[in-house]
């Protein structure tokens, strides 16, 4: 029988020799990046890479130890490709960041839109974030919202983008794609939803509930309890409440924020109807210009990969190799691209670290459209 010592004496001496190589292999990389920055070539050379590991697969008759020369030439690549970019960003050599870091973002004097009504979610947001007596006006969408602060009429928008029941917002998501408008901050409000109606009307009188889709998935439990009523979506919460007051119609309830009640001087017929009672929305701010303050401290950024496997896993790897702590990963379909899908991180970071820039050098360069959607 093998004596157990001396077999690992065995393993030892070959993995000292491993990391010798391994260092004097580096080294040889980090030249290479040299001569990369000379001439302005790029990091990844993909065709280069597939015909090495072509290349070692070949040197083995083991069906077995060729697939583990593959995984283990991929991550020695991968490891070399992130030294280069650790020597570009020391070099400068940051690519298109173009985020200007600002002292004062000019949320004292702002002017602010939301979407929806007075009594909105979202006003509510935007008051807790900016204070009772900010400037601000209302529009019907969220991209109308987006155009705002695009064309200048509005210095910040709030828009929600994800709630703790019901998920994310889809369509922010996609309008940070279109829009060239960034994340400069992020306000998180309790949704307390309740059921409301004309002064005077009773429980047992409606016939009709108004509310935006998300607020009737939050009070699905409740809703199911009265299968008789008609249950109308609408684009907003404190919309179906001026609806209500608007009609006056004793039959006719909304479910919006206890705010909007308050507001239009509806009744309360039924109040914490939320299924989850943590229930809450995160909102973004949203601006028109690349800035982040010094404190700053999530950064969002998205990209889209190619339908190869291992793609996904490549890229969240400069993230663990930068020691960078990844917060939140959505994806969202690739229009006209069935079963393709550009991907959506966050991790916290501040965007004049050099971890945080090695990391995002290395996602732009192997990623496709790889775009930072703000630093808050
Ligand atoms: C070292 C290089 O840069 C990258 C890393 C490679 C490697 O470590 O073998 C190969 C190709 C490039 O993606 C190079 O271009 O040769």
């Not at 393993?11 to 290479?32: C, G, H, N, P, T």
């Not at 929600?160 to 400069?184: M, R």
């Not at 069935?338 to 966050?346: I, T």
Request: some cysteine; overall charge negative; proline content about 1%.
């Amino acid at each position: 029988m093998d004596d157990l010592l001396e077999l690992r004496q065995g393993i030892d001496e070959i993995d000292r020799q491993i990391v010798e190589l391994f260092e004097k292999r580096m080294e040889i990389s980090s030249r290479v990046a040299g001569y990369k920055i000379q001439t302005g070539k790029k990091i990844l050379d993909k065709g280069r890479e597939e015909e090495k590991i072509r290349a070692l697969k070949q040197m083995t008759d083991d069906d077995f130890n060729r697939h583990g020369i593959e995984e283990l030439f991929k991550q020695i690549m991968s490891m070399s490709r992130k030294l280069q970019y650790r020597l570009l960003a020391e070099k400068g050599v940051t690519g298109r960041l173009a985020f200007t870091q600002v002292e004062n973002m000019g949320f004292d004097h702002a002017r602010v839109v939301f979407q929806g009504t007075d009594g909105a979610y979202s006003q509510r947001a935007m008051e807790t974030f900016f204070g009772e007596g900010v400037s601000s006006f209302h529009v019907d969408t969220w991209r109308d919202a987006m155009v705002a602060i695009q064309e200048g009429m509005a210095d910040f928008a709030v828009l929600p983008i994800e709630n703790s029941t019901a998920g994310i917002v889809s369509e922010v998501y996609d309008l940070l794609v279109e829009f060239d408008n960034y994340i400069v901050g992020e306000q998180i409000i309790r949704i307390e939803n309740a059921l409301m109606g004309l002064k005077g009307a009773e429980l047992a009188d409606i016939r009709t509930v108004y509310s935006h889709p998300q607020a009737l998935m939050q009070s699905s439990r409740f809703l199911a309890e009265h299968r008789d009523w008609q249950i109308m979506s609408i684009r907003n919460t404190a919309v179906a409440a001026k609806k209500v007051v608007d009609e006056q119609d004793k039959t006719q309830a909304a479910i919006a924020g206890k705010h909007a009640a308050k507001y239009y001087g509806l009744h309360i017929l039924k109040d914490s109807l939320n299924d989850d009672k943590s229930n809450s929305t995160r909102f973004i701010v949203v601006t028109n210009q690349k800035i982040y303050r010094k404190e700053a401290k999530k950064v969002s950024i998205c990209f889209e990969l190619p339908h190869e496997s291992g793609s996904l896993f490549n890229i969240l790897s400069h993230f663990i190799y930068n020691n960078l702590n990844m917060t939140k990963i959505e994806s969202r379909p690739l229009e006209g691209r069935n079963w393709e899908y550009r991907f959506f991180v966050d991790f916290e970071g501040n965007l004049s670290g050099s971890s945080e820039k090695n990391a995002l050098r290395g996602i732009a360069e192997e990623a496709i459209n790889m775009r930072i959607l703000g630093n808050y």
